[in-house]
């Protein structure tokens, strides 16, 4: 037999939508073993038509005893196991030139697993795991979950044994649609539960609960399991830098940033070379406000990349350079450093070009230092450097978040507006910039390619494009491509809107409401304000969310208005009230924001964004009380509240840095408008 032969291991059960590709990647192999534990779909016939040996046992709560049935049936030199959700990258001829150069001693090699986690191919976590090894009686798999071959092969050869390797392998299954689909949560949580009945304080155990719960959205409870398994587990435990690293982002998940901060400051003595824990560190600190300590654990990220071949490291893709300079550009910009951040956006490019947060905010720092928007979309196109339809819509949102609609609308042309998202930016661009009867023609165009949800965003631009054409009344171009019930929501506005509103009666249906109040915000989003207000004279009940909606838009003085006249007939909801307290700080009337910000608290006396808005208000008091204490002093200079003003002027400071304050939409175009 070949010295190097390689034989793939596989389990299955109910895996025919992701076994073909699995199969498709090993498809090489000496020998291919599938051990089925009762599956009722076709994928024993998918794992024979590959040439599978295929093995059929009663599953039995233990994935150690299928992973042992192929070991006893392996008539190779090498084995390779891979799960029916992961498909091998690097191809098998590859893997067999490696082994060729692979010294005796090696038994086992870690390959690099790239688990998708998302939709969005940069969200993915990468780890190594030992996967390959040479066949020898004495291994045998143990755990009935998460099973393990490494502890067999060092009890007989030693942690030296085994070798890392560049191998590749892309894991599908923590992806929402089959991590759900296939009920892995429960699974693994029971499997986990007898387990820990036979050992209750193992802490590998404990690690894998936690996790596990962690993928249910449970958080205090993989809290709870991850912080025991930390107590219980020694310091040398491979998986304990993980661990720690899960637990982080649980607490910045439950906003525990100083049970965080304590961790990481300790843990990173140790883990120094670990570029995940030092990102996380930057976040906890970003979150608090403490930007300059911030930035420096970002750049303590980007200085570690070593740690992300650490095999003993799980990583998230782009940790050690895109992810840490985008979120330092963040900082150089909200500090007004625009040339630093617009540096820091450009290199965080050069590792992820489609990185939006990155574009957007390389796109807003030119614009601050008076680039012309034609020269930044020149800019974006250099760096995003597009080939299909498709590379065009993150150049796109970024030229959105500069609020560039000229630029976008050059986007208009049949190639690019064939792609359903670019051909709604273009319209919302070219009814922005008042081109209605040009939106109105792409939409007559291309309108009919669109899914439901896109023809409903569709047609709420439409509508809105048609009212501000003077048409008078909806057009049949646009009811044409409606379903019947929508049809008749979309009738009853408009021929609302053609009558006074001193003749209706003002008592609508829910859904009629709900469609009010979506055209309302869109014809705010699109500057569009003569519709909304139309709207609203007819539906009152939709003054609430155009003066929020204005308020979100940068128009703070027609929704200050509105919001002060709602809130004496007391029909301000949570939300609205927070920004009329913003609106009030904004304005520098620190008691009556006060006032009202401590009025939510008697409701939510645990919201952050409250508790934080009251402080400011109240430092903000006694800055000026200080300030005329200080009018009042015979040599101000030397005045003990000096100190006090500055200590102060510096917890204000660190305050807005937390983002507690309401971001609005940046706007050139943004008017203000009087409701009569």
Same mark, same amino acid.
């Given at each position: ?557 027609? +929704?200050?208005?509105? /919001?002060? #006249?709602? $809130? =004496?007939? !007391? *029909? ?5 009230? @927070?920004? &009329? ?51 009042? +002093?015979?040599?101000? /200079?030397? #005045?003990? $509240? =000096?100190? !006090? *003003? ?5 917890? @204000?400071? &660190? ?22």
């Amino acid at each position: 037999m070949n010295e190097h032969s390689i034989g793939v291991h596989i389990i299955i059960r109910d895996e025919a939508e992701l076994l073909p590709q699995c199969l498709e990647s090993v498809q090489h192999a000496d020998e291919i073993i599938v051990v089925d534990t009762g599956s009722k779909d076709s994928s024993v016939n998918i794992a024979r038509s590959y040439g599978a040996h295929v093995i059929t046992i009663d599953w039995e709560d233990d994935f150690s005893k299928p992973r042992n049935e192929a070991l006893r049936h392996a008539n190779t030199k090498w084995i390779l196991v891979i799960d029916a959700d992961e498909r091998l990258l690097t191809p098998l001829h590859i893997v067999k030139e490696q082994l060729t150069s692979i010294e005796s001693h090696i038994q086992a090699l870690t390959v690099t697993i790239d688990n998708l986690v998302s939709s969005q191919p940069e969200n993915r976590v990468i780890h190594q795991a030992l996967r390959l090894f040479r066949r020898d009686g004495d291994y045998e798999f143990r755990g009935i979950i998460h099973e393990q071959v490494e502890p067999s092969i060092i009890e007989k050869h030693g942690h030296s044994a085994i070798f890392s390797s560049d191998i590749q392998i892309t894991h599908f299954g923590y992806l929402p649609k089959f991590l759900h689909n296939k009920n892995k949560v429960a699974r693994n949580e029971a499997l986990l539960r007898i387990s820990l009945e036979e050992t209750p304080d193992d802490p590998f155990l404990l690690y894998n609960m936690g996790v596990t719960y962690c993928q249910a959205g449970q958080l205090e409870l993989a809290q709870a399991y991850l912080e025991q398994s930390l107590s219980l587990g020694p310091n040398n435990q491979s998986y304990r830098a993980n661990l720690i690293r899960d637990l982080c982002k649980i607490y910045y998940e439950q906003n525990l940033t100083k049970q965080m901060d304590i961790l990481l400051i300790h843990e990173l003595e140790r883990y120094s070379d670990y570029p995940d824990l030092h990102f996380l560190l930057g976040q906890s600190l970003e979150r608090q406000g403490l930007l300059e300590r911030a930035y420096d654990a970002y750049q303590n990220a980007v200085s570690c990349t070593i740690g992300t071949q650490n095999p003993l490291y799980i990583t998230e893709m782009g940790v050690a350079n895109y992810l840490p300079l985008c979120h330092m550009g963040m900082i150089a910009h909200q500090l007004g450093r625009m040339a630093d951040a617009a540096r820091l956006f450009h290199q965080s490019l050069q590792f992820n070009s489609i990185n939006i947060p990155a574009l957007k905010g390389i796109a807003s720092s030119f614009q601050h230092l008076d680039v012309p928007n034609d020269d930044i979309h020149t800019l974006l196109q250099q760096i995003v450097h597009p080939i299909t339809t498709e590379d065009h819509i993150p150049i796109i949102e970024a030229l959105n978040e500069i609020q560039a609609h000229e630029s976008i609308a050059s986007y208009s042309q049949p190639s690019y507006v064939s792609e359903p998202s670019i051909l709604l930016a273009v319209c919302a661009a070219l009814i922005t910039i008042s081109h209605f009867d040009d939106a109105s023609n792409l939409f007559n165009q291309h309108v009919s390619r669109l899914s439901y949800d896109e023809l409903t965003a569709a047609c709420h631009m439409w509508s809105i494009c048609q009212w501000q054409q003077d048409l008078g009344e909806l057009q049949d171009s646009l009811y044409s491509k409606m379903s019947l019930p929508m049809c008749k929501r979309y009738e009853f506005v408009d021929q609302l809107l053609q009558i006074p509103s001193d003749t209706t009666d003002h008592d609508y249906p829910k859904d009629i409401l709900d469609l009010v109040m979506h055209l309302v915000r869109q014809a705010v989003s699109l500057y569009q304000p003569e519709i909304a207000q139309r709207l609203i004279e007819h539906f009152p009940e939709g003054k609430l969310t155009y003066a929020k909606t204005l308020y979100l838009y940068g128009d703070t003085m027609t +929704a200050a208005d509105m /919001l002060l #006249s709602l $809130l =004496q007939q !007391d *029909l301000l909801d949570y939300e609205a009230r @927070i920004y &009329l307290g913003e609106i009030l700080v904004d304005k520098g009337h620190y008691s009556q924001a006060a006032e009202l910000f401590e009025q939510l608290l008697q409701n939510n006396s645990k919201d952050e964004k409250i508790i934080t808005a009251v402080s400011v208000c109240y430092l903000h008091l006694a800055e000026s009380y200080i300030l005329e204490a200080l009018s009042l +002093a015979d040599n101000q /200079l030397i #005045s003990p $509240l =000096q100190e !006090d *003003l500055r200590s102060i002027q510096s917890a @204000i400071l &660190l305050l807005n840095r937390t983002g507690w304050h309401t971001t609005r939409c940046p706007s050139a175009k943004t008017q203000e408008i009087r409701h009569e």
